[in-house]
């Protein structure tokens, strides 16, 4: 069964430009959910899409939006980018709706903003 | 807002010993916690997950126990070995999502 696939694993960007990232969940998964990583706040909470609903949301400007599709991928666009956007950005997903079930993640995509 | 604390936040122990990582939160409403594993520039891999009901899980030379009322859980690695090295992350999932702590940044000495 394969993993959490995120795509791509890289990228570099100018500030004020836009980018996407994309994420395929475990096949099954209902729920994605978005994380940015970086050294000095840790891991922290972006959005989670369930059933092509968003249904939490952390505390991030709008820049950061997200959706998924009918297949359960899920999308997260970054507009207006800027240097301290530069993170990792990780992807979970989970099997059900229910909040009681194991997160898996992807690989992550590193994401340079120059 | 749930809050999540990891000490130590670093550890560096000869092959062999027995270690034990440290988690507290401050909202006990959760409804499971999970013990991942990240190593340099990867994701994280699930270790283990206890729901909230259960005091502890294990796999293999990893023990978790989880005190809810208390707002902490335990992670022991026995036997540590030089591949255990890497950082130690511990998620709470409550109404908000997962909350993570800061981790605990493993080195076993060879």
Sequence with gaps: KAGVTQTPRYLIKTRGQQVTLSCSPISGHRSVSWYQQTPGQGLQFLFEYFSETQRNKGNFP???SGRQFSNSRSEMNVSTLEL???ALYLCASSQT???NTEAFFGQGTRLTVV | KQEVT???AALSVPEGEN???NCSFTDSAIYNLQWFRQDPG???TSLLLIQSSQREQT???LNASLDKSSGRSTLYIAASQPGDSATYLCAVNGADGLTFGKGTHLIIQP
């Design chain 1, 62 to 64: 709008g820049r950061f």
């Design chain 1, 84 to 86: 301290g956007d530069s």
């Design chain 1, 97 to 99: 709706g229910t909040r």
């Design chain 2, 6 to 8: 990891q000490i130590p």
């Design chain 2, 19 to 21: 270690l034990v990582l």
């Design chain 2, 42 to 44: 990867k994701g994280l």
């Design chain 2, 59 to 61: 796999s293999g030379r």
